[in-house]
């Protein structure tokens, strides 16, 4: 029978898609009760539940990048589909992508912003770690 060390458990119990689930969901990755966001994409410094400390995460561009990608994956094939099957006049097409691009990003960034901070505590990225 094999040993268990405690860094082996300790890397087990930071699931990695759990982790990046609760991020995206506004939540603390490490208890999933405590609020991670404080305000629209400034993460607090602590969790007020766990105490864990999250002023480590350096999310910075990343969760920019990531919107940017995803919008423009979805909405540009969508904006050719529409433009090609129905031909809608051009203002209610500039109109109707505008409105929906920009809602997309502003619903998707605090998300992604989480999900990288999940990630970061995860894989104890940036400080993150127990080894002080």
């Known amino acids: ?3 268990t060390t405690i860094t082996e458990v300790t890397e087990a119990e930071r699931d990695t898609r759990r982790a990046m689930w609760r991020g995206f969901r506004g939540k603390c990755p490490n208890c999933g009760s405590g609020p991670l966001l404080r305000g629209y994409l400034k993460v607090r410094d602590h969790c007020p539940v766990c105490r864990e400390d999250l002023s480590h995460q350096r999310a910075d561009d990343g969760p920019a ?3 940017i990608l995803i919008v423009g994956h979805l909405m540009a094939p ?4 529409v433009f090609e099957t129905w031909r809608p006049e051009p203002l209610v097409l500039f109109t109707t992508f505008s409105v929906g691009t920009i809602a997309l990003s502003l619903y998707l960034l605090p998300r992604l912003k989480g999900g990288m901070v999940g990630l970061q ?3 104890r990225m940036h400080g993150f770690g127990d080894e002080d």
Not at 78 to 81: A, N
């Open 1 to 3: 029978m094999r040993d």
């Open 65 to 67: 990048y990531l919107t």
């Open 78 to 81: 969508l904006l050719m589909f």
């Open 121 to 123: 505590w995860a894989k």
